[in-house]
């Protein structure tokens, strides 16, 4: 394969992850509920989808038992927060660290294990288009996956009816209280996906991308997922720029690792695409750039039902 | 008699430490307007929670043309005919017009279905709405429209209406009335709340009369005086503010000339070559319906909006480029539309609020060190001054109900002895005592000599406590007015966009089509 269509393909391996988590978290997020925790459901995702595909042989098993594992750990968040009314923000760390911790106990026997890497389904005659063909449409089930969850979710959340509701209970939840949508039961819904989404995240790299499972393997995924969200102003087709963007800074400081083509220390290569995360929230918090933050106005508040 | 379209039976509904209803009842017949009226914390907001199915009673029943009901639930509510307007309202700032409806209505309607019975509603009962806007943009007027719409949709037989004109042009109002009578002659029956005694004689069957949580009476409105309501309502007699006689043409203190300024928000309005003079001792009015330049004029007049020093003097001293701290420090100190949020921070105290507001003019931090001990002493000498309800001066903004609270940031400004005092809806949902406390401590002020700018949509207002009066329309102010000469009407015309450049003629023309 010409070596600057695999850079592209890479591009989209490195990109996958994130944007699944972001995708979760803007869910999230536009109901009004801040999860840090992303991380930690990426990593009980990652561990999880590895183990079960591991045991059982195949990856049909595992990654849903991945989302269903990340959707376990958004319950947790969920319960704490929206039903017993404890900080978001604490909460969320908490999660996160409870995941780095959980993941590498349930982890610990696989490490260094071998399972089969998830089979690419290269789509009849699309894929044999050159360039293209490979660039598009020769991939395995979770990246076609993520295009169709980027637009689903876009869809719902601009068409929809219950997409609607979940925007106006992120807005203000007190209005959507006294018109009779319920607040915490939306809630619930939108950070049970946001675990999901994490976890489908995770299993794509412990299945798909590097097929094995190595302790703490998301390396701060999570949170750049958490800083796209804000870099794309709460809106899903923008993640989908941004995890683009993200996944061709990290292939690019891989490559340039490798190649030795910069001048510089190689751990200043990898810092790249946590300085451009820090880049891209300070960009988009100056002046013009504000305005079209759109975050939500109940984000992180707590809401307490009857009064 | 028929029977009635609603009826509550010793409705009861207990707060920890307060009962907010104490057996209420009364009934509601079809195609009746139905008053309910009270002064702010007398328990009617709660009461129609539970009519609205936001609440539920702990005693008593309500019966729904006849049968026994729980409304469980807004839904419920709805489904069963019941629609309402709320006082603050249920709206969403980063949604449409259109997605604001559609949250407040029954089913899922395809979006254009919906667009289009937006416009059509609108247009048959006169309240203009663009259903692809954003509500952040609109006016609190124009946002009071979302909600009148989005209850009109849903045809309903009982429509609870909570302050609903105190926003609108005496025209608005009427035609609002004409609108109110069409579906009451429809046989929708209506629970109108207001504060407006005038209004529910002009408009109402009937009106049942809280205090305290309890019903202390019922009247024909249409028998009763003002006066006489008001009594009942408030339990004392209460003494309008008398305006004394006051020389006009002293020297102005606060000057604005040519001020054009484009807004910063899309759908604001653009300020073009206002000029304004506060003089020494008067109260000045600035009367228009929501969304006409207000919040822009404010913003500049406050300083938070800093424009060329020129074109805004005090005491001849441009002040244009500074703000808000520098100007209070100059004397000129202003009173925010929104309570919670801008004029107060709600989850401070009342202590570190005082201290906000008066940190220069009452020496509250020489040194940048903070002196605790006299910011508490400050708020409660507001506390004491203004008759604020609170828990002492460690209680929270929040704690606070409107009322009080509204009283304490007027007092917290007036009590720094400014040379210039800007105040925005200054009772704007604030119960009649408390407005009356504050219409006395502005009057007062000006007999001290202080220039009062007071900008309102309430025009009683405006016609109880102005000297002179000026209309703002599109980013415009008309010349000044009289008060005293002034009518209503011609105020009202002005209010609607008609200039007087044309004169007389103009107006006798603008009148005609209008009738």
């Known amino acids: 394969m010409d070596p600057w269509i695999a850079a592209v393909v890479t591009i989209i391996g490195a990109a996958t992850p994130l944007l699944y988590a972001a995708l979760g978290e803007l869910v999230a997020e536009r109901s009004g509920v801040l999860n840090l925790g992303v991380e930690g459901m990426m990593l009980v995702g990652a561990v999880t989808g590895f183990a079960v595909t591991a045991t059982t042989g195949t990856a049909w098993l595992g990654i849903p038992a991945a989302a269903l594992a990340g959707t376990l750990m958004a319950l947790l968040f969920a319960v704490l927060t929206l039903t017993l009314l404890a900080n978001q923000v604490a909460t969320g760390l908490a999660l996160t660290i409870f995941g780095i911790g959980l993941s590498a106990l349930i982890g610990s026997g696989f490490v260094g294990r071998p399972v089969p890497q998830l089979p690419t389904l290269p789509i009849p005659i699309l894929s044999a288009i050159p360039v293209l063909g490979p660039i598009l449409f020769d991939h395995d089930v979770l990246i076609y996956l993520s295009f169709v969850m980027t637009a689903l979710v876009a869809w719902f959340l601009a068409r929809s009816r219950a997409g609607l509701v979940l925007r106006a209970v992120g807005e203000n939840d007190e209005a959507a209280h006294g018109l009779g949508h319920g607040v915490v039961k939306v809630r619930y819904a939108a950070v049970l996906f946001g675990g999901l989404m994490a976890g489908l995240g995770g299993a794509f790299l412990s299945v798909s991308y590097t097929p094995m499972w190595i302790e703490q393997m998301t390396a701060g995924r999570g949170w750049i997922a958490l800083a796209l969200v804000v870099f794309a102003a709460w809106r899903p087709w923008r993640v989908l720029v941004g995890a683009y963007l993200f996944g061709g800074v990290t292939i690019f400081q891989l490559q340039a690792q490798g190649l030795g083509l910069l001048p510089v220390p190689s751990q200043v290569l990898s810092m790249l695409p946590y300085l451009a995360t820090i880049l891209v929230l300070v960009v988009s918090s100056l002046g013009p750039w504000r305005r079209r933050l759109n975050a939500p106005a109940c984000l992180g508040r707590p809401f307490r039902a009857t009064r | 008699m028929d029977t009635p379209r609603l009826e509550l039976d010793g409705i009861t509904k207990r707060f920890p430490g307060v009962v907010a209803n104490d057996g209420v009842s009364f009934k509601v017949a079809p195609g009746e307007i139905h008053a309910l009226l009270g002064e702010n914390g007398a328990g009617k907001s709660t009461l129609v929670k539970m009519i609205y199915g936001v609440l539920q009673p702990d005693a008593g029943r309500i019966r729904w043309e006849g049968k026994g009901v729980r409304v469980l639930s807004p839904h419920f509510a709805r ?12 709206l969403f700032e980063a949604l449409s017009v259109e997605e604001n409806v559609a949250l407040g209505l029954e089913g899922d309607i395809p979006r254009r279905e919906l667009g289009e019975r937006i416009r059509e509603v609108s247009r048959d ?54 609108t109110l009578r069409q579906l009451a002659g429809e046989g929708c029956s209506i629970l109108y709340i207001s504060h407006k005694l005038h209004e529910l004689k002009a408009l109402c069957h009937a009106a049942t009369v809280l205090r305290g949580g309890r019903v202390v009476g019922t009247c024909d409105p249409a028998r009763e005086t003002a006066a006489s309501m008001a009594n009942l309502m408030v339990g004392t007699d209460l003494a309008a503010p008398a305006r004394p006689e006051r020389r006009l043409a002293r020297k102005p203190v606060l000057e604005v000339e040519g001020l054009s300024l484009r807004s910063d928000d899309p759908f604001g309005t653009h300020l073009a070559d206002v000029r304004l003079e506060v003089r020494q001792g008067e ?75 008066a940190i ?20 409660e000498e507001v506390i004491r001054d203004f008759g604020v309800k609170a828990n002492g001066t460690a209680a929270l903004a929040s704690s606070l109900s409107g009322g009080n609270l509204q009283k304490f940031v007027c007092g917290r400004e007036i009590l720094q002895a400014p040379r210039v005092l800007v105040a925005a809806q200054p009772t704007w949902g604030v119960d009649a005592g408390a407005a009356v406390t504050i219409h006395k401590a502005l009057l007062r002020l000006a007999e001290e000599g202080v220039a009062v700018l007071v900008l ?34 011609e105020i009202g015309l002005l209010m609607g966009g008609l200039h007087d450049t044309t004169g007389a003629g103009g107006t006798a023309g603008r009148a005609a089509d209008a009738a």
């Open chain 2, 79 to 90: 489904r069963l005919g019941i629609g309402m307007v709320f006082q603050h309202f249920s």
């Open chain 2, 456 to 489: 309102s949509q309430d025009l009683d207002e405006l016609l109880a406590l102005t000297d002179r009066l000026v209309v703002i329309n599109g980013g415009r102010l008309s010349r000044p007015l009289v008060t005293a000469e002034a009518t209503t009407e």
């Open chain 2, 360 to 379: 220069d003019r009452k020496g509250l931090a020489p040194r940048g060190l903070l002196k605790g001990g006299a910011a508490k002493r400050y708020a």
């Open chain 2, 125 to 178: 009962y006169g309240l203009p709405l663009d259903p692809k806007r954003h509500v952040h943009s609109l006016s609190v007027g124009e946002r009071q429209r979302i909600e009148i719409v989005r209850c009109l949709l849903q045809n309903p037989r009982l429509l609870i209406m909570d302050e609903p004109t105190s926003v609108l042009t005496p025209q608005e109002v009427e035609r609002l009335f004409l």
């Open chain 2, 283 to 357: 109260v000045l009015g600035i009367a228009g319906v929501a969304g006409n330049g207000q919040a822009e004029l404010l913003a500049v007049l406050a300083g938070e909006r800093p424009v060329d020093a020129n074109t805004i003097r005090l005491d001849g001293k441009p002040i244009g480029r500074m703000g808000t701290r520098e100007r209070r420090r100059l004397g000129l100190c202003y009173i925010p539309e929104e309570r919670n949020g801008h004029a107060a921070v709600p989850d401070l105290s009342l202590a570190d609020n005082a201290l906000l507001s």
